[in-house]
């Protein structure tokens, strides 16, 4: 005779049984999209995940010749240097500086960009302009900073040959530390603002179209239409991107300010990622360089998660 544990054994068995078989079904049925899927996860765990596995030497003193696991360890002593390197808060200092102003200048161009894109109706010529703010995307920024050389060079730079010309004198945009960051800024947003624009006009492609007729009946014109009913209907694309964007906060892009930078604005240009190649790769201090880039990653993480948690309370869907 059965006992009432042995049916609920019974049943919790048929129930996972049956879980398993959707599962699998689920599987076949889109095994196909699987299958597209794979590559992509592919490159992650080839080139993000399995990498992670060399953070374990910024707790070492790592030496190329003993490997991983003959190195020695030393615990925290790297993370404790570095915080008490004179250059941490200036080094700080520079990368935060940087990423906020991209944030509150850079971050808000690509919508604007795109709520005007959507108001146009004239489908070529629509076209010719996403192509044209699409195009600096593609450009390396070796090329983006030798274009902003010949631009504002101060001896031969057209935009100082035109200032010199309606009566200005000429300004020293490449070597004043006052003009760095703004440099960066306005380089970002000009190579990146087209690419930036591919989400959020796919996001308002997906408005209702019904909703918009129903303000024109009330009398609505166009920016009340887009203030009442695009906006909201792509915020919750807004909010994730931008928790995404305050999650690479410590990232500035070597490239670009590397390529830019010069002694006369090395105070104000050397950030995490410059000091990581300067004391890494060209001093050979691996273990205290690796221990640079876990700390910029934990913040980063820290970040993310804050900021999840932060537009969770507020209502919104978040990230995850």
Same mark, same amino acid.
């Given at each position: 005779?059965?006992?009432?544990?042995?049916? !609920?054994?019974?049943?919790?068995? !048929?129930?996972?049984?049956?879980?398993?078989?959707?599962?699998?079904?689920?599987?076949?049925?889109?095994?196909?999209?699987?299958?597209?899927?794979?590559?992509?996860?592919?490159? /992650?765990?080839?080139?993000? =995940?399995?990498?992670? @596995?060399?953070?374990?030497?910024? /707790?070492?003193? =790592?030496?190329?010749?003993?490997?991983?696991?003959?190195?020695?360890?030393?615990?925290?002593?790297?993370?404790?240097?570095?915080?008490?390197?004179?250059?941490?808060?200036?080094?700080?200092?520079?990368?935060?500086?940087?990423?906020?102003?991209?944030?509150?200048?850079?971050?808000?161009?690509?919508?604007?960009?795109?709520?005007?894109?959507? *108001?146009?109706?004239?489908?070529?010529?629509?076209?010719? #302009?996403?192509?044209?703010?699409?195009?600096?995307?593609? &450009?390396? @920024?070796? #090329? +983006?900073?030798?274009?902003?050389?010949?631009? /504002?060079? $101060?001896?031969?730079?057209?935009?100082?040959?035109?200032? %010199?010309?309606?009566?200005?004198?000429?300004?020293?945009?490449?070597?004043?530390?006052?003009?760095?960051?703004?440099?960066?800024?306005?380089?970002?947003? @000009? !190579? %990146?603002?087209?690419?930036?624009?591919?989400? /959020?006009?796919?996001?308002?492609?997906? +408005?209702?179209? $019904?909703?918009? *007729?129903?303000?024109?009946?009330?009398?609505?014109?166009?920016?009340?239409?887009? @203030?009442?009913?695009?906006?909201?209907?792509?915020?919750? +694309?807004?909010?994730?991107?931008?928790?995404?964007?305050?999650?690479?906060?410590?990232? #500035?892009?070597? *490239? $670009?300010?590397?390529?830019?930078?010069?002694?006369?604005?090395? %105070?104000?240009?050397?950030?995490? %990622?410059? =000091? +990581? =190649?300067?004391?890494?790769? $060209?001093?050979?201090? &691996?273990?205290?360089?690796?221990?640079?880039?876990?700390?910029?990653?934990?913040?980063? &993480?820290?970040?993310?998660?804050?900021?999840?948690? &932060?537009?969770?309370?507020?209502?919104?869907?978040?990230?995850?």
């Amino acid at each position: 005779m059965l006992t009432q544990s042995d049916l !609920k054994l019974n049943s919790g068995s !048929k129930a996972k049984k049956s879980r398993m078989d959707t599962v699998w079904k689920g599987l076949a049925r889109d095994k196909v999209l699987y299958l597209l899927m794979l590559p992509g996860l592919l490159f /992650f765990l080839i080139f993000k =995940y399995v990498p992670m @596995w060399g953070v374990i030497i910024s /707790f070492q003193d =790592y030496s190329p010749y003993l490997g991983m696991l003959g190195s020695p360890w030393v615990g925290f002593d790297h993370f404790t240097r570095f915080f008490a390197n004179p250059d941490f808060w200036l080094l700080f200092r520079n990368t935060m500086m940087i990423s906020l102003l991209s944030l509150v200048f850079f971050f808000p161009v690509p919508i604007v960009m795109s709520l005007l894109l959507s *108001e146009v109706k004239h489908r070529v010529f629509k076209r010719v #302009v996403q192509s044209i703010v699409y195009l600096p995307h593609f &450009l390396s @920024w070796v #090329v +983006v900073v030798g274009i902003t050389f010949l631009l /504002f060079s $101060q001896s031969s730079g057209i935009v100082n040959l035109v200032l %010199e010309f309606i009566g200005f004198s000429r300004v020293d945009f490449l070597s004043n530390p006052n003009w760095f960051w703004g440099m960066l800024t306005a380089q970002n947003i @000009w !190579k %990146e603002t087209g690419w930036g624009t591919i989400i /959020f006009l796919a996001a308002i492609a997906g +408005v209702d179209p $019904q909703l918009y *007729e129903a303000a024109k009946i009330d009398g609505a014109n166009r920016l009340r239409q887009t @203030w009442h009913i695009t906006l909201p209907a792509i915020r919750s +694309v807004i909010i994730i991107l931008l928790i995404l964007r305050i999650g690479q906060i410590m990232d #500035v892009g070597f *490239e $670009q300010v590397f390529l830019m930078m010069n002694g006369a604005v090395s %105070e104000v240009s050397d950030v995490f %990622e410059t =000091y +990581v =190649y300067r004391v890494g790769i $060209q001093g050979g201090q &691996l273990s205290y360089s690796t221990a640079v880039g876990l700390f910029k990653s934990f913040i980063g &993480l820290v970040l993310v998660i804050g900021a999840n948690r &932060l537009a969770k309370r507020f209502g919104e869907e978040g990230v995850y």
